[in-house]
């Protein structure tokens, strides 16, 4: 019900809701750790877009949880290490794909009013940054949740988690505000973002020196 109610609230695919973002957030995080899968819905470009960069933070918390387990060995922390940048490297190109699907929606709703955006004041964080730090207080809020209901937790365990849940719901519901806000100056010309490109180095084997430093006769 919450996905058949979400997509049709977005039919348009640029009715735009960060309160909607946050609530795909939670379901998808719920979905995914009980090895559900919430594309079964035939979302829009964007909608998909921001759920694909979730699912990246989501296996990227869970890989950050293997390379902190003390049982494991150098080997398999190096593996894990290689897992991660995959993953980070993808979670910021699809923050970026957010932002290029809503700057090119919010150039063609301008243009044919007269109001080019590069008239408006620069914001210095754009909206898919946004989408991926309220993705992130989406999984912490999770196992939070989760660490309030972990059974047989020492004395005032549930307590510290309870403050720390009331923290982070606060945080994010401050963030969605400011991303609404956001893009409803932005669609009406007062405000404007660039995509900035993150440009990661590390996986690139023509620019880390680690990569192209070990390869025969370079």
């Not at 020492?154 to 009331?166: E, K, V």
Request: glycine share 2%; hydrophobic share 35%; proline share 6%.
């Amino acid at each position: 019900m919450f996905y058949h109610t979400l997509v049709a609230a977005m039919s348009d695919p640029f009715h735009f809701s960060a309160v909607e973002i946050a609530h795909l957030h939670d379901r998808a995080t719920a979905l995914w750790h009980r090895n559900e899968d919430p594309h079964h819905i035939h979302a829009h470009d964007f909608l998909d877009t921001v759920l694909n960069q979730h699912r990246a933070n989501f296996d990227l918390w869970h890989t950050e949880d293997r390379a902190r387990d003390p049982r494991a060995s150098d080997h398999d922390i190096a593996e894990v290490k290689r897992t991660i940048d995959r993953y980070n490297q993808r979670r910021n190109d699809l923050a970026e794909q957010c932002d290029v699907l809503l700057l090119n929606h919010a150039s063609d709703l301008l243009r044919p009013q007269g109001r080019p955006p590069a008239a408006a004041q620069l914001h210095s964080e754009s909206p898919g940054l946004i989408i991926d730090r309220l993705s992130i207080l989406a999984l912490k809020i999770f196992h939070t949740q989760e660490e309030i209901d972990r059974p047989n937790a020492p004395a005032g365990h549930a307590d510290r988690n309870r403050q720390r849940l009331a923290t982070l719901t606060e945080q994010r519901d401050d963030l969605v505000a400011c991303l609404d806000q956001l893009w409803a100056d932005t669609i009406a010309g007062r405000r404007r973002f660039k995509i900035y490109r993150q440009f990661k180095m590390y996986n690139d084997p023509t620019l880390n020196p680690s990569i192209y430093g070990s390869t025969p006769g370079s």
